[in-house]
């Protein structure tokens, strides 16, 4: 991934002036009986993960990445029918589907997004800072450890409220809901190390990050 090399900045999705006809599409291979679904197999697989997971990413799921690239008008329509909107991030390699602003949203809310505690919150904000920095310096890849997340809870906002196995413990749950939000990805080969995932820098922009972080000086949630 070339976290590092200029590369423009991602962009929402866009069908307009695209032609259907330009793609000569042709149904897609049945997979069960009665099936009218146009989309070959592959693409089938990545509209389920846009739709149900937090991301499509060519540094875990290279070949999905690229199918997304490859039938992204067909599954930017599907998405729309959803209520959903799909950006590519080329900077990043990244792809996600986002909930779309609507006047009525009605069944179509597919997305709804779980917020972050405050504990959660303010490593997140401390994440992203640092990986601008290291991206800036020329990193491409970006990790985190357990003991630097610590620290950074020991001496964050509302440190004094956190002691001993309270600090162990908003440890591991913060962790927990950044692994499940999908920012960060846990090393096996070197235990109580994490890989700060493109998903992190491409929906999270610096301003965001500034703001949560007065928020979070001024009073927040826990």
């Known amino acids: 991934m070339s976290a590092g090399s200029a590369i423009p900045d991602d962009e929402r999705f866009d069908d307009a002036g695209y032609d259907p006809q330009d793609d000569a599409a042709e149904p897609g291979t049945p997979l069960f009986e009665g099936d009218q679904g146009t989309l070959p197999p592959e693409a089938r697989r ?29 599954l930017a329509r599907s998405l729309n029918d959803l209520g959903l ?67 950074l809870l020991e001496s964050g906002p509302y440190a004094e409220e956190r002691d001993g196995s309270r600090l162990e413990k908003a440890l591991d749950s913060s962790i927990k809901q950044l692994e499940d939000a999908g920012y960060l990805r846990a090393m096996p080969s070197a235990p109580g190390t994490y890989r700060v995932m493109p998903i992190l820098p491409a929906v999270f922009t610096l301003e965001r990050a500034r703001d949560l972080l007065a928020a979070l000086t001024n009073g927040g949630e826990r």
């Open 46 to 74: 990545v509209l389920t993960l846009l739709v149900r997971d937090a991301y499509v990413c060519a540094l875990t799921s290279p070949a999905d990445f690229e199918a997304v690239r490859t039938y992204q008008h067909e």
């Open 85 to 151: 909107t799909l950006t590519i991030s080329t900077r990043y390699e990244v792809a996600y589907a986002q909930q779309a602003s609507l006047e009525h949203p009605g069944p179509l809310m597919l997305k709804r997004a779980q917020p972050l505690r405050r504990d959660a919150t303010l490593l997140l904000v401390s994440i992203r800072a640092r990986q601008h920095n290291e991206e800036a310096n020329g990193e491409e890849d970006w990790f985190v450890s357990r003991d630097e997340m610590r620290a």
